[in-house]
Nanobody, 120 residues
Framework: QVQVVESGGGLVQPGGSLTLSCVAS????????LGWYRQAPGNQRELVAS???????NYADSVKGRFTISRDNGGNTVYLQMDSLKPEDTDIYYC??????????????WGQGTQVTVSS
């Protein structure tokens, strides 16, 4: 069983910063990519940023230049540094892992989500 667990959400003022963390654990054979998605009530879940096993990154246009995704040397932990936060960044943020649990089997693994609220 593979799981990802997020931490680091909270309340921050506009213009402030927040860092989210996500740790993948369990029977991990290989991680293809780790990423962050967000979803507001009634909306579709959308990609915020992702990082693949080669270190390649991908960002939503709305967060480019403000958010930075990175991972630790072991590759099982991913961070999302969020700077210059805006009220429209308020959402539930979900960690996602595309993870092989064996040589031939991979899963799309989702965390429980962490609330980020940007408000004065």
């Amino acid at each position: 069983q593979v799981q990802v667990v997020e931490s680091g959400g909270g309340l921050v003022q506009p213009g402030g910063s927040l860092t989210l963390s996500c740790v993948a654990s369990g029977s991990i054979f290989r991680i293809i990519a780790l990423g962050w998605y967000r979803q507001a009530p009634g909306n579709q879940r959308e990609l915020v940023a992702s990082i693949n096993s080669g270190g390649g990154t991908n960002y939503a246009d709305s967060v480019k230049g403000r958010f930075t995704i990175s991972r630790d040397n072991g590759g099982n932990t991913v961070y999302l540094q969020m700077d210059s936060l805006k009220p429209e960044d308020t959402d539930i943020y979900y960690c996602n892992g595309k993870i092989y649990s064996s040589l031939t089997s991979w899963d799309d693994v989702w965390g429980q989500g962490t609330q980020v609220t940007v408000s004065s």
